[in-house]
């Protein structure tokens, strides 16, 4: 079935409309469907009403994002189930023994693993390694839970592979690694001193202190040290050739292909560790933003984009900051790319776009993917992250690093 001109259109931005909604809200108004089912409806709805055709629909998907999501989930896996993650966790807890320095400890840790790892992996298995030793250590575990969050997304901000959004700008924008990484580890670098600044400024009770704190007994940790010696050394390698300007793809599906290749743990296991549902959503919003750029987005609609001053460094960064609000980062980063190709100097434009998606997540707890995994791994344990406990560091922290991100870039 084809629509006819202007069916074909209206039909266009009614599927973007319906699909970009419930990637916001989080699932399809009235239909049991999460945010990776309404945009594989949505895709799927396009060729449907034969906006794009099956071949160009296949075609939409960019399978160096998908690619390089998939190796990097398989490194982050094996990490994981060798125990890497409990190691470093009880490593740096033993040398922190005042909450300030705590802190810091966890948001330079989250940032730091967040600069190369996909943030959202690291939230998922960072969040539960410290609230189990804030407990223990019995100290209020809210701000140290913010932490997680807020500096995985700064830090998420600093490489191509730091987050999904980084991902997708670097296959679109074809800026090398390093010099990604040039451009905007500075701002991350002032970003978590901030984050560090800001959550001991609202909970000033809990740092401000003299208390001293006692570390707990060691949790028995049985790491599988051939294995985490072999994932780093691959992790090595693998950042090695991502500044040695190989196809950050090709390089993370080679490593992802070497960590399978082993005896001490079995394939289904890390299968199991994959967000397969996320490469879902990526593979659906592509051809959901193709269909609409096809039927939609023209040289008009463009020209009139260029009225709205997104070449003006600060205009393009607030409202991608704006728009990461509306409709989360990586639905942003897609409907903002036709504008930002039409730009006078669309690398800086997209490192701007970069910046600001990822800092834009800080804002409220809705703001990130990676604040959702932080909550509700923390409220399985009993401990609620209020609405309001965030938005009172996220919104001057988010204020604050798109400022600095500006000045630098």
Not at 32 to 54: E, N, Q
């Amino acid at each position: 079935m084809v629509l006819a001109p202007p069916f074909g259109e209206i039909a266009a931005v009614l599927i973007f409309l319906l699909t970009y909604v419930a990637v916001a809200i989080g699932r399809m108004p009235g239909v049991g469907l999460d945010r990776a089912g309404s945009a594989f409806l949505g895709a799927c709805l396009m060729v449907a009403v034969g906006v794009l055709p099956l071949s160009q629909a296949i075609l939409a998907i960019d399978f160096n994002t998908v690619a390089l999501l998939l190796g990097m989930m398989i490194l982050v896996a094996n990490l994981r189930l060798a125990g890497f993650f409990g190691l470093v966790t009880e490593f740096a807890v033993r040398r922190a023994h005042h909450p300030l320095v705590l802190l810091a400890v966890v948001v330079l840790v989250s940032g730091l693993l967040s600069a190369f790892l996909v943030n959202d992996t690291v939230c998922l298995v960072l969040t539960p390694l410290v609230l189990d030793l804030v407990l223990r250590l019995k100290r209020a575990p809210v701000p140290y839970m913010l932490a997680v969050a807020m500096a995985s997304n700064i830090g998420s901000a600093a490489t191509i592979t730091g987050n999904p959004q980084n991902i997708i700008i670097g296959s679109l924008s074809g800026i090398p690694y390093g010099a990604f990484a040039a451009a905007l580890a500075p701002a991350a670098a002032i970003g978590l001193g901030l984050t560090v600044v800001l959550i001991a400024l609202v909970w000033r009770e809990e740092f401000f202190t003299r208390t001293r704190l006692v570390a707990p007994p060691a949790r028995r940790v049985r790491p599988n040290r051939p294995t985490i010696f072999k994932a780093l050394a691959v992790s090595g390698l693998l950042i090695a050739a991502f500044f040695a300007g190989v196809a950050p793809a090709k390089a993370a599906l080679i490593a992802g292909a070497v960590l399978l290749a082993t005896r001490r743990i079995k394939s289904e296991k890390i299968y199991a560790e994959i967000d397969w549902t996320l490469l879902l959503m990526f593979a659906g919003l592509f051809v959901v933003v193709a269909g609409l750029d096809r039927a939609v987005l023209g040289p008009r609609v463009l020209a009139a984009a260029r009225g709205l001053q997104l070449g003006v460094p600060a205009v393009l960064a607030f409202a991608t900051a704006a728009l990461s609000n509306l409709v989360s980062n990586v639905p942003a980063v897609l409907v903002l790319k036709p504008f930002v190709a039409d730009l006078a100097d669309p690398r800086r434009a997209w490192l701007l776009v970069a910046m600001a998606a990822t800092f834009a997540g800080n804002f409220t707890l809705l703001g990130s993917v990676a604040n959702l995994i932080v909550a509700k791994r923390a409220q399985a344990r009993g401990v609620a992250i209020g609405f309001r406990a965030y938005f009172l560091v996220g919104a001057p922290l988010t204020l604050l690093t798109l400022l600095a991100g500006l000045s630098l870039l």
